[in-house]
């Protein structure tokens, strides 16, 4: 199992999918970074290997708490039981086989401080966790968007043969790298440009998104969200004389 959701009755549905997929069930999970929707429902898996890179383990411990208070907030009931479990179990990077399924994996970042890929040698399929988001708004509450290009390079250059995005459909015509990719181009892009241009988040929050990426799913809020993620920081960049007074 690669990612377990958002919440304990969440890891208990797909528990469920899994035993009427194969009566045996899950044999191990792999978290592919420590949002609260991708590692929340790890207690249904509690007795299983629990594997992901060792800063999401360490983040997950750091920020689980807080990512719990702030779920439950805002799901209430949804969330009930949920205890944070982060992974057990860390993966370097490299080949690894997992209850006799080989995958190469590749420890890289930018979406959060550690985003986790991998190939399934068998199918050729890449899980590319939040790294790659398909006709959906990215999310950036712990982006470092010029490391997230480069994660996305690397991504791109395995040429696998399907791509698993982790917000999204499955992406068999190489399209979701390309677009997750301009899509972060034209957020940076366009916040640089406003700081210079002495814009504030109101501004910006009222301007009209290009229609190629209006469309996407949880827009605009995405869009919103990451003003106030990114903004503040990029003005500090962009107007360095405006942020020492």
Do not use: C
């Amino acid at each position: 199992m690669i990612d377990t959701g958002p919440s304990r009755r969440y890891g208990e549905a797909l528990a469920g999918l899994a035993r009427q997929l194969d009566i045996r069930g899950v044999s191990a999970v792999v978290n592919t970074h420590h949002h609260p929707d991708h590692f929340f429902g790890n207690q249904v898996f509690a007795g299983t290997p629990i594997f992901g890179l060792g800063e999401t383990q360490s983040a997950a411990f750091e920020e689980g708490d807080a990512f719990a208070d702030n779920m439950y907030r805002l799901l209430g009931d949804w969330m009930r039981g949920t205890e944070v479990v982060p992974p057990g179990q860390v993966i370097e990077g490299g080949d690894v086989e997992i209850d006799g399924r080989r995958f190469t994996t590749f420890p890289l970042g930018g979406h959060t401080v550690a985003d986790l890929a991998l190939l399934d040698h068998a199918t050729g399929t890449l899980v590319a966790g939040d790294l790659v988001f398909y006709d959906r708004a990215p999310t950036t509450p712990s982006a470092d968007l010029a490391r997230w290009q480069t994660s996305l390079d690397a991504l791109e250059g395995i040429g696998a043969a399907q791509l698993v995005p982790g917000h999204g459909p499955v992406d068999r015509d190489r399209k979701a790298i390309a677009q997750t990719r301009a899509y972060l181009t034209w957020l940076d892009g366009t916040l640089r440009s406003g700081a210079r241009e002495g814009l504030d988040m109101i501004d910006l929050m009222q301007a009209p998104l290009p229609p190629e990426f209006a469309g996407m799913g949880a827009q605009p809020q995405e869009y919103h969200r990451s003003i106030s993620h990114l903004f503040p920081e990029i003005e500090r960049q962009e107007l360095p004389l405006a942020s020492s007074l």
